[in-house]
């Protein structure tokens, strides 16, 4: 049997009125520690205030934004690109 604390009861009512009924306790730790790392946050701090070690932080809770994941593709793919055109 799952057992529902009343704070996550509320916490779930709130979510609904919001229409974000689909999230999760683990969607909104997860987008609070990428919003954090997007805004240069440190990274320990943010793992603090989540309740985990650095590593766990980083490796499983923040996602690297999609715009700093091309910049990485292209800087990896410049080099290539003038060895080709030799």
Do not use: C
């Not at 990274?43 to 205030?49: E, G, H, S, T």
């Amino acid at each position: 049997m799952k057992v529902i604390f009343p704070v996550f009861r509320s916490w779930r009512l709130r979510l609904k009125t919001i229409q974000f009924e689909w999230a999760t306790f683990q969607i909104i730790r997860r987008t609070h520690a990428s919003l954090s790392r997007q805004a240069g946050i440190d990274p320990k701090l943010v793992a603090d205030q989540l309740g985990q070690g650095l590593g766990v932080n980083l490796d499983v809770y923040t996602v690297a934004a999609l715009d700093k994941r091309q910049d990485a593709v292209e800087v990896l793919e410049s080099p290539l690109a003038r060895r080709g055109s030799d």
